[in-house]
């Protein structure tokens, strides 16, 4: 399963002879690829040129920094403006105005109870008529009276406690009695208990759950003032990619293109184009400089082969790289440039899994800044096998999570997606690999922790 990609920049994934040694043990048969490990030209095993070694790469941390700094400064840039969203659209938004009650919460004493609004001690005089949630303002009661009433009515004027159904029952003559004690105000949610008018509720920079739209709605909200969601354009690069069917022909299916769109919605971005350019530079070309985006991402074609176009064209237009290769695994020809003060372009490398550390990499940190979330906290968890190490990188495994531990998969190789499509997340591996039980960092994968209907936003 391959997806976008040049020739040159998958060979600059293939492994050197130090990395072949230092993964050979790792396990019996082939985990981390296909028998012989399969190049792109499809010869198996078939020695190549190795890609120049990456003594400009970025370490990966710094990678990581350099695109949140990106970010911050492309917000300083353009000072986004802040948008008025619907609460169904506002999913994942920052708020960029402090979320303050418009009204009392709740604005009326409410029973919190299904039962009998009471007045002084008991037995009472029941009504005949009930009240009921949503209606008008019951009449008041006076001592020694009592009125049917459910959760979330209103409470009469002069009621002093709400008993519970369950607490009261009907004596001969119809009079109500307690089972147990009555205390003053029990089972009765007073005006403001949870907050008065103007009381601020949330500050900015929270971000908005589907808690905190329950909370907007419940405080008199329509609309919420947010960031708006980063801008995303998506280019995939590559002649031999078909859209549908079976692989024929030298053909392979694009992977990339039905991934990558969901997982950058799942970071918060809007993605309002997915590009199919192919080895072709002009098009290429008229689609950064004509692209208003954001961010742009593009798939492959960031090597020095014949038909990897991007170094030249970013060149061409005069951007800033910031970030030209890091020393990660898969995923070292990853980049990052600044096209203009308030867009910059991610260039992932073609093959998926590589795509995919790309993505966590560079285009992560850098939507996350610019939607002004907040990062993720750090956390380790234990190995629960050995994962051996690129001499130099850092490798990026993917991992499924088992009680305080984290099981590192196969099929991790950079072509490959079955590993990560069963993955919680991708623990990150120093140079030199990690012993089973050692500490290791995780990045959370946005479907493992928040869920479908949640992340998708």
């Known amino acids: 399963m391959t997806s976008p990609g040049t020739r040159a920049d998958e060979e600059a994934e293939d492994l050197d002879v130090e990395e072949a040694l230092a993964l050979v043990q790792e396990k019996p048969g082939p985990p981390h690829g296909d028998p012989g490990h399969t190049t792109h030209h499809g010869h198996r095993g078939a020695p190549h040129q190795q890609a120049e070694p990456h003594h400009h790469a970025t370490p990966w941390p710094e990678a990581r920094t ?15 403006t802040p948008v008025s969203v619907p609460l169904d659209a506002a999913l994942g938004l920052t708020l960029a105005a402090p979320l303050a009650a418009l009204t009392d919460l709740p604005s009326f004493d409410t029973s919190a109870m299904d039962g009998w609004a009471v007045a002084g001690p008991g037995p009472w005089t029941v009504r005949d008529e009930g009240v009921l949630a949503g209606h008008a303002e019951p009449a008041p009661l006076t001592d020694g009276e009592a009125v049917r009433i459910a959760t979330g009515a209103r409470v009469p004027l002069d009621a002093t406690a709400v008993l519970r159904t369950e607490h009261g029952r009907t004596g001969e003559r119809g009079r109500l009695h307690p089972t147990r004690e009555v205390v003053h105000g029990q089972d ?35 609309t919420l003032t947010a960031l708006p969601r980063p801008r995303v354009d998506v280019l995939v690069l590559g002649d031999e990619l078909l859209t549908e069917g079976l692989p024929h022909d030298g053909l392979i299916r694009d992977a990339l293109g039905p991934m990558l769109p969901p997982w950058l919605r799942a970071l918060g971005a809007e993605v309002r184009a997915l590009r199919r350019i192919g080895d072709d530079a002009k098009a290429l070309h008229r689609a950064v400089t004509t692209s208003d985006a954001d961010l742009i991402v593009t798939t492959g074609g960031t090597a020095a082969g014949p038909v990897d176009h991007v170094h030249p064209i970013l060149r061409r237009i005069g951007a800033d790289l910031l970030v030209d290769g890091v020393k990660a695994r898969p995923g070292h020809p990853m980049l990052l440039a600044r096209v203009k003060d308030d867009q910059h372009l991610v260039g992932l490398p073609g093959n998926p899994l590589a795509a995919v550390s790309g993505l966590l990499t560079l285009a992560e940190p850098l939507l996350r800044t610019l939607a002004a979330r907040p990062a993720p906290e750090r956390y380790t968890l ?59 960092e995780l990045l959370d994968l946005p479907w493992a922790t928040g869920g479908i209907g949640v992340c998708f936003t």
Do not use: K, W
């Open 382 to 440: 234990p190995l629960r096998d050995a994962v051996h190490g690129h001499p130099y990188d850092t490798r990026l495994v993917p991992v499924v999570l088992r009680g305080e531990g984290a099981v590192p998969l196969h099929y991790n190789g950079p072509a490959m997606l079955r590993g990560i499509a069963a993955a919680d997340a991708l623990a990150v591996v120093p140079p030199g690999g990690a012993r089973s039980g050692q500490e290791a």
């Open 188 to 222: 009765i949610r007073p005006r403001g208990q949870e907050c008065r008018s103007g009381d601020q509720l949330l500050p900015v920079g929270t971000l908005a759950t589907p808690a905190v739209l329950g909370l907007a709605a419940a405080a008199g909200y329509d």
């Open 66 to 80: 350099t695109a949140e700094r990106a970010a911050r400064a492309a917000a300083r840039a353009t000072r986004r």
